[in-house]
């Protein structure tokens, strides 16, 4: 197992057009995550999934942003119509599920330039 | 409203010493926290974590302190060597098996030979 992988590992793209990116969790990890992280800022949560079920979303996601997780393996995230404020790095990260807390492990990220 | 707050953008530690890096929360209802490390182009790698219940939690040269009471926690990296040098994040979640971190702004670690 060679960790969480994200694809592409960047992509810039014109402002106004649509983009995805994809994730491979760590096997047999059923939590995945997407995180936003901007210069000089951590990480920001933007959603979660438990398997193919999208469990939270957060008020960062708008309307322009969708992700899926359809078989509860890969999943992707799409932005539409992006825009400049868009360009940061979308990372994602998995985890098992347990009894109780545990690490969430990232990929190494996709870098967005949206110009 | 930042909830996990780092107030050190930046640290500089000469190689061999201790180096301490701080964060405070707000937010009562987190219980369990933890420490990532970050090299430019990677995604952050996971370091240390604590549980509410516990003050103190070490491993190998790492060590994090939890200050229930003052929401404050800091990880102490001793002796500190030049391959520590990173950008690390405080991250915490709040409920039992709630994944969702919230981070803080990150302290860039520069070790000094």
């Known amino acids: 197992d060679t960790g969480v992988s994200q694809n592409p590992r960047h992509k810039i793209t014109k402002r106004g057009q649509n983009v995805t990116f994809r994730c491979d969790p760590i096997?047999?990890?059923?939590?995945l995550y997407w995180y936003r992280q901007t210069l000089g800022q951590g990480p920001e949560f933007l959603t979660y999934?438990?398997?193919?079920?999208?469990?939270?979303k957060s008020r960062l996601l708008s309307d322009r942003f969708s992700a899926e997780r359809p078989k509860g393996s890969f999943s992707t995230l799409e932005i539409q119509r992006t825009e400049q404020g868009d360009s940061a790095m979308y990372l994602c990260?998995?985890?098992?599920?347990?009894?109780?807390?545990?690490?969430?492990?990232f990929g190494q990220g996709t870098r967005l330039t949206v110009v | 409203d930042q909830q996990v707050k780092q107030n050190s953008p930046s640290l500089s530690v000469q190689e061999g010493r201790i180096s301490i890096l701080n964060c405070d929360y707000t937010?009562?209802?987190?219980?369990?926290f933890l420490w990532y490390k970050k090299y430019p182009a990677e995604g952050p790698t996971f370091l240390i974590s604590?549980?509410?219940?516990?003050d103190k939690n070490e491993d190998g040269r790492f060590t994090v302190f939890l200050n229930k009471s003052a929401k404050h926690l800091s990880l102490h990296i001793v002796p500190s060597q030049p391959g520590d040098s990173a950008v690390y994040f405080c991250?915490?979640?709040?409920?039992?098996?709630?994944?969702?971190?919230?981070f803080g702004q990150g302290t860039r670690l520069t070790i000094n030979p």
């Open positions: 990260a998995s985890s098992p599920k347990t009894g109780g807390n545990t690490e969430a492990f």
């Open positions: 096997s047999e990890h059923n939590r």
């Open positions: 999934f438990q398997n193919e079920a999208q469990l939270e």
């Open positions: 937010n009562s209802m987190f219980d369990y």
């Open positions: 604590i549980s509410s219940i516990k």
């Open positions: 991250a915490a979640s709040a409920g039992r098996g709630a994944q969702k971190l919230v």
